[in-house]
């Protein structure tokens, strides 16, 4: 069982910097894709960012393209999240999230999740 758990959310002024970490509890870690999901109140859950398992290539939502930049370290069993320039809109719960080998945009296709850690943007 694949256990994840998230740190680094809190609050932050619009234009500033946050970086989450997911942290997994399994050996075959780098077996694993992860992305990012985030979601705000009264909105459906969304995809934000994915790397996969094989050549870490890396997906984003068009809304944080350009912001956000995902990265792994499979040595630490752990996947991040660095965000700049953030704005209001990107205040949500956000999820990493689990599957084998590739990414995929629908949270459907992810078996494992994380309780989600609270980022807030706000002046």
């Known amino acids: 069982q694949l256990q994840l758990v998230e740190s680094g959310g809190g609050l932050v002024q619009p234009g500033g910097s946050l970086r989450l970490s997911c942290a997994a509890s399994?050996?075959?870690?780098?077996?694993?894709?992860i992305g990012w999901f985030r979601q705000a109140p009264g909105k459906e859950r969304e995809g934000v960012s994915c790397i996969s398992s094989s050549d870490s290539s890396t997906y984003y939502t068009d809304s944080v393209k350009g912001r956000f930049t995902i990265s792994r370290d499979n040595a630490k069993n752990t996947v991040y999240l660095q965000m700049n320039s953030l704005k209001p809109e990107d205040t949500a719960v956000y999820y990493c999230?689990?599957?084998?080998?590739?990414?995929?945009?629908?949270?459907?296709?992810?078996?494992?999740w994380g309780r989600g850690t609270q980022v807030t943007v706000s002046s």
């Open positions: 399994k050996f075959t870690f780098d077996y694993y894709a």
């Open positions: 999230a689990a599957r084998r080998f590739r990414c995929s945009g629908l949270h459907e296709q992810y078996n494992y």
